[in-house]
């Protein structure tokens, strides 16, 4: 299975993007999740989305702002984002993980990370 990020792109504070993770192969993990780590930074998780039952996940941070959505049938997954701050500047990237719902948390649980594809904030 590959994972591939696409549509990032630079954007000013308030601003509205989404983007994509294309699955390539047949998809067994339990939930596929969004990662970003900005220059300097450790991985966080961002936002996850059990793939059958639609079940979401959210780092407080985003929480109200970005919305995972997936259409299972094309196996990809979006992550639209609203209200965009520069803090949210960062690379991207979609993964999965079979873990426990706990785990969604927790960016090590992870694996398949696809490519990522950059975000820029501006002020």
């Known amino acids: 299975v590959q994972l591939q990020a696409s549509g990032g792109g630079s954007v000013k504070a308030g601003g509205s993007l989404r983007i994509s993770c294309s699955v390539s192969?047949?998809?067994?993990?339990?939930?596929m999740g969004w990662l970003r780590q900005a220059p300097g930074k450790e991985r966080e998780f961002v936002a996850a989305?059990?793939?059958?039952?639609?079940?979401?996940y959210y780092a407080d941070s985003v929480k109200g702002r970005f919305t995972i959505s997936k259409d299972n049938a094309r196996q990809v997954v979006f992550l639209q984002m609203n209200g965009l701050r520069p803090e949210d500047t960062a690379n991207y990237f979609c993964?999965?993980?079979?873990?426990?719902?706990?785990?969604?948390?927790?960016?090590?649980?992870?694996?398949?990370w696809g490519q990522g594809t950059q975000v820029t904030v501006s002020s």
């Open positions: 192969g047949r998809f067994s993990g339990t939930f």
């Open positions: 989305i059990r793939w059958h039952g639609g079940v979401t």
């Open positions: 993964a999965s993980t079979n873990g426990i719902t706990s785990s969604v948390y927790n960016p090590s649980m992870y694996r398949n």
